[in-house]
T-cell receptor, first 115, second 115 residues
């Protein structure tokens, strides 16, 4: 089945130690998104890639970076994780980012713990 | 700022009870509207969506939602819930302003259905 895959499902890192979360997709979608979801809060869009074009949300901290080496993979890098970065990180894809048939497909998420 | 409000954070029902989950948004222009569901341990899945046309939208598993433009609302309903509907439900809005599509999520409603 075509899907969005996130690895690992659970990640523990130390305060200030860089960490990378991974997302891959078999849907061949052009757009890949990263969301942060803190406990009991709404998923919040951090940034997205449209093909190789990176689009950062205005309020995403500089501590968060992303890479998309090819259509299938997208990485979320947290350069110096703080305790406030502990959250569920969701990856999503969509075929396009305009048009009326827009729909996003989500991965299972990676739960990040910062110690 | 654009926002999505879900009125109930936790709902507890008995099987066969009727369900209505409220969702209001603050954006005044044209929008696309979505309800996503997250079953325990699983990823976010699309339940139903509204793009245009009939404001009463039917989704999977017997769910429906009604778009009331004058009230900026998109409430989710099901006439008779089942134990398997236990999940977290997220309302999301795509404000169709210039540029690319994006989803703004509500904080979610946790539904527990008791047999």
């Amino acid at each position: 089945d075509a899907m969005v895959i996130q690895n690992p499902r659970y990640q523990v890192t130390q305060f200030g130690k860089p960490v990378t979360l991974s997302c891959s997709q078999t849907l061949n979608h052009n757009v890949m998104y990263w969301y942060q979801q803190k406990s009991s809060q709404a998923p919040k869009l951090l940034f997205h890639y449209y093909d190789k074009d990176f689009n950062n949300e205005a309020d995403t901290p500089d501590n968060f970076q992303s890479r998309r080496p090819n259509t299938s993979f997208c990485f979320l890098d947290i350069r110096s994780p703080g305790l406030g970065d502990a959250a569920m990180y969701l990856c999503a894809t969509s075929r396009s980012r305009t048009g009326s048939s827009y729909e996003q497909y989500f991965g299972p998420g990676t739960r990040l713990t910062v110690t | 700022a654009q926002s999505v409000s879900q009125h109930n954070h936790h709902v507890i029902l008995s099987e066969a009870a009727s369900l209505e989950l409220g969702c209001n948004y603050s954006y005044g222009g044209t929008v696309n509207l979505f309800w996503y569901v997250q079953y325990p341990g699983q990823h976010l899945q699309l339940l139903l969506k509204y793009f245009s046309g009939d404001p009463l939208v039917k989704g999977i598993k017997g769910f429906e939602a009604e778009f009331i433009k004058s009230k900026f609302s998109f409430n989710l309903r099901k006439p008779s819930v089942q134990w398997s509907d236990t999940a977290e439900y997220f309302c999301a809005v795509n404000p169709l302003s210039g540029g690319y599509n994006k989803l703004i999520f509500g904080a979610g409603t946790r539904l527990a259905v008791h047999p």
